[in-house]
Structure formats: C-alpha cells, structure tokens
C-alpha cells in the first residue's frame, strides 16, 4: 500500500513518513496539492493547512482513494467542505501514529469490502441474466417458502426483491453444518434466504419450520414441503440443467429450443439437434414454444 503524504511541515511529514515505513508502509511526500496531483497513491493524507492552495482540486481527482485529513481545527473550510467532497475522515494534529493507522487500516478493509462487493454483485448478475421472469417482486412478504424446479430463478427473484426494497439478506445453505447457529445469530434487520432442505433429515426439517416460527425468511426447496407457512410455486421451462442431471430427449430438445430459438435460425437449430425443419416445427407445436414476434 503506497501513501502519499501532502504537507508543507517537511520535518512533520518526514515523521510519519518515517514511521508509517517502519510499519511496512510505502511513502511519498509531496509540498503542495499541485505536485500530488501526478502522484499514483492508495492513501492520501491530507493537510488542510497549506498555504494559498485548496485541497478541493485533490480530493475530487482522487475521491476514490482512501483520503484523511490532517487538521490543525475543525470548521466547514478544514473539514466539513472537504468531507462533502469526497475525503474520508480526518485527524487533529498533532495525533498519535497509532491512531492514524488504525483509521487507515479501517478505510482499507472498507474499500476493500466495497471491491468484493461489487464483484460478487457483477458476477450474480451474470449469472443469472439469462434466467427470465415475469414474477412481481413487490408481491413478497415474509416469511415464504417457494417451491420451484429451479433454484437459480428462485434466486434471481430474491436478489431482485432484497436490491430493490434495500434489504439485506443472510445466506443460510443447509448443506452447511453451522446452518443452525448462522440462523440464532443472525441480525433481526435482515431477511434469512434458505436452500437445499432436501439435504436434511425429517426431524431436522420438523426442527427447522419450528425454529423459523421467529423469523424473517424466504425458503427455496425443489421438494414439496408441508408448513404452516404461506407457500408459492414458482417453475420455469428456461431450466439451465446441471452437468450431472440426466435428461430425457424430449426435455433436452425443449431446452434447446426454448434456449437457443432467438439465437439461430430454424435451418441451423433444427441441423445442430440433427433433425428436419418439419420435425423442428412439431416439437414447437407440442411444446408451445413458437416464437413471439
């Protein structure tokens, strides 16, 4: 991690450079907001008190970093101004070394977070952005069980309804054998999303209904259940089939023609399935899958 110090005190900025690099850190130091301005750093610390320059030009090139004031006062000009512009937080001068470096350690285990975050949300919608549905997300309340021949939909509806609403959602797989203790500690602020009951025994599917009596939940299950709790069904015919699941001929076909009619024409799909036109036509009509113009 390189941190870029900003600050006119060449002896003060010597110092925690000094220190900052006996804790492993990399430094620059740079007089004037000017010359940082053609740095390349992940933490800037900024002062606020340089002569005649703003540190606004700076802080809006860099909002992204991780930016800590460094400030002989607080008033809106020093800390307030600059905060709505993009820095991070702020330190009074003078200030320990450790108290610096625990709010930078704090920033960047935030942005790391934020990084991963945003990766894993670009990844689910990849990866269910071929999945279609027309089911209103609005119409969830808690708790619910959905009983579906396909989870990933089951998913891609949850995911919708937790971003849209702003919910936060606890992942609760049963296959995990702390699935349990990750239920009682979960926050009362978030919705409990569980899968694969299948994977329980019948005195732990009894268990699980019974403690679930407390909480927020959506239970997703390829099995028929009986509960006491509001349940809906929900297939699709768009089912993207697992690697080791065995499928008929005729749900193959209607798989790949439901999946693949909008991509190629009839005379290449009804060739890459190795049969005619008229056979491809039957199959449309049997599986009502004609397409919609």
Same mark, same amino acid.
């Given at each position: 991690?390189?941190?870029?110090?900003?600050?006119?005190?060449?002896?003060?900025?010597?110092?925690?450079?000094?220190?900052?690099?006996?804790? =492993?850190?990399?430094?620059?130091?740079?007089?004037?907001?000017?010359?940082?301005?053609?740095?390349? =750093?992940?933490?800037?610390?900024?002062?606020?008190?340089?002569?005649?320059?703003?540190?606004?030009?700076?802080?809006?090139?860099?909002?992204?970093?991780?930016?800590?004031?460094?400030?002989?006062?607080?008033?809106?000009?020093?800390?307030?101004?600059?905060?709505?512009?993009?820095?991070?937080?702020?330190?009074?001068?003078?200030?320990?070394?450790?108290?610096?470096?625990?709010?930078?350690?704090?920033?960047?285990?935030? $942005?790391?977070?934020?990084? $991963?975050?945003?990766?894993?949300?670009?990844?689910?919608?990849?990866?269910?952005?071929?999945?279609?549905?027309?089911?209103?997300?609005?119409? !969830? #309340? #808690?708790?619910? !069980?959905?009983?579906?021949?396909?989870?990933?939909?089951?998913?891609?509806?949850?995911?919708?309804?937790?971003?849209?609403?702003?919910?936060?959602?606890?992942?609760?797989?049963?296959?995990?054998?702390?699935?349990?203790?990750?239920?009682?500690?979960?926050?009362?602020?978030?919705?409990?999303?569980? #899968?694969?009951?299948?994977?329980?025994?019948?005195?732990?599917?009894?268990?699980?209904?019974?403690?679930?009596?407390?909480?927020?939940?959506?239970?997703? #299950?390829?099995?028929?259940?009986?509960?006491?709790?509001?349940?809906?069904?929900?297939?699709?015919?768009?089912?993207?089939?697992?690697?080791?699941?065995?499928? *008929?001929?005729?749900?193959?076909?209607?798989?790949?023609?439901?999946?693949?009619?909008?991509?190629?024409?009839? *005379?290449?799909?009804?060739?890459?399935?190795?049969?005619?036109?008229?056979?491809?036509?039957?199959?449309?009509?049997?599986?009502?899958?004609?397409?919609?113009?």
């Amino acid at each position: 991690m390189k941190i870029i110090i900003v600050e006119n005190e060449l002896y003060l900025a010597q110092s925690i450079a000094s220190k900052l690099s006996g804790n =492993g850190y990399d430094t620059e130091i740079y007089s004037s907001t000017k010359e940082a301005m053609k740095s390349h =750093g992940d933490v800037y610390l900024l002062s606020t008190n340089l002569p005649g320059q703003s540190p606004a030009p700076l802080i809006k090139e860099f909002k992204d970093k991780i930016i800590i004031l460094m400030v002989n006062y607080i008033n809106n000009d020093t800390v307030g101004e600059p905060l709505r512009l993009g820095a991070k937080d702020y330190i009074v001068k003078p200030f320990m070394l450790e108290d610096l470096m625990r709010k930078i350690g704090h920033y960047n285990e935030y $942005q790391t977070l934020r990084r $991963q975050t945003s990766l894993y949300q670009e990844y689910m919608q990849n990866l269910l952005s071929d999945i279609k549905t027309d089911f209103e997300v609005d119409t !969830i #309340t #808690t708790p619910l !069980i959905i009983e579906t021949n396909y989870q990933r939909l089951v998913d891609k509806i949850v995911f919708e309804h937790a971003e849209k609403n702003s919910i936060f959602l606890t992942f609760v797989p049963l296959r995990d054998k702390d699935w349990r203790e990750k239920i009682s500690k979960s926050s009362s602020n978030t919705i409990l999303y569980i #899968t694969e009951i299948h994977e329980l025994k019948k005195t732990d599917r009894e268990f699980l209904l019974d403690l679930l009596k407390a909480y927020h939940f959506i239970l997703c #299950t390829t099995v028929p259940i009986e509960s006491e709790f509001k349940t809906l069904t929900l297939n699709t015919d768009s089912k993207l089939y697992d690697q080791n699941e065995i499928l *008929t001929i005729d749900d193959y076909v209607k798989f790949i023609v439901n999946s693949f009619q909008y991509k190629l024409p009839d *005379t290449e799909l009804s060739k890459k399935l190795g049969i005619s036109r008229k056979s491809l036509w039957e199959k449309r009509k049997k599986y009502n899958l004609f397409k919609k113009k």
